[in-house]
Nanobody, 121 residues
Framework: QVQLVESGGGLVQPGGSLRLSCTAS????????MGWYRQAPGKQRELVAA???????NYADTVKGRFTISRDNAKNTVFLQMNSLKPEDTAVYYC???????????????WGQGTQVTVSS
């Protein structure tokens, strides 16, 4: 059983910063891709940022230059540093990872439970 647990969401004023963390636990053999998605009320879930096992990254145009994704492979953890936050960044943020469990050959897509980020004065 593999689980993704997020932390670090909350309420922040415009221009402020937050750092999200997501740790994968369980019977993990290896992790390929890790990423962050978000979903605002009434909108579709969208990719925010992603990072490969080789540390290649990609970002949504709306967050480039403000958000930074990184990972700690030894701790099976991915981070999202969010700076210069705007009200339009308000959403539930979900962690996503492509994980191969011990004893299995295939990678499976896992999701965290989501963490709320609210940017408001």
């Amino acid at each position: 059983q593999v689980q993704l647990v997020e932390s670090g969401g909350g309420l922040v004023q415009p221009g402020g910063s937050l750092r999200l963390s997501c740790t994968a636990s369980g019977s993990i053999f290896s992790i390929n891709y890790m990423g962050w998605y978000r979903q605002a009320p009434g909108k579709q879930r969208e990719l925010v940022a992603a990072i490969s096992s080789g540390d290649s990254t990609n970002y949504a145009d709306t967050v480039k230059g403000r958000f930074t994704i990184s990972r700690d492979n030894a701790k099976n953890t991915v981070f999202l540093q969010m700076n210069s936050l705007k009200p339009e960044d308000t959403a539930v943020y979900y962690c996503n990872a492509d994980i191969r469990s011990r004893g299995y050959r295939d990678y499976v897509d896992y999701w965290g439970q989501g963490t709320q980020v609210t940017v408001s004065s």
